[in-house]
Nanobody, 119 residues
Framework: QVQLRESGGGLVQAGGSLRLSCAAS????????MGWFRQAPGKEREFVAA????????YYADSAKGRFTISGDNAKNTVYLQMNSLKPEDTAVYYC????????????WGQGTQVTVSE
């Protein structure tokens, strides 16, 4: 079992920044992927960014490229999502998720953290 706990959400004005954190605990494997997803009211959950632990190679949704940065701290088993130049359309509940590199789908999910971007 892997437990994920997000933090760092909040209310910010358009153009501002937030950094989300996701701490992983439990039985994590040496090769796994940590991802960030988001779900806005009335919309389906969508992919934001992901990173392969220990290898780097982050990848992003088009909506996040150039504004968001995903990174990880091995010592803390924590993945971050630095979000800059936030827009009202970034308003959503943000979730982190975990899968091993051989899994086809993310197995474990955090409880989510709300990000609200005002005009």
């Amino acid at each position: 079992q892997v437990q994920l706990r997000e933090s760092g959400g909040g209310l910010v004005q358009a153009g501002g920044s937030l950094r989300l954190s996701c701490a992983a605990s439990g039985r994590t494997f040496s090769n796994y992927v940590m991802g960030w997803f988001r779900q806005a009211p009335g919309k389906e959950r969508e992919f934001v960014a992901a990173i392969t632990w220990g290898r780097g190679n982050p990848y992003y949704a088009d909506s996040a490229k150039g504004r968001f940065t995903i990174s990880g701290d091995n010592a803390k088993n924590t993945v971050y999502l630095q979000m800059n130049s936030l827009k009202p359309e970034d308003t959503a509940v943000y979730y982190c998720a975990y899968r091993t590199i051989v899994d086809l789908e993310y197995r474990y999910w955090g409880q989510g953290t709300q990000v609200t971007v005002s005009e």
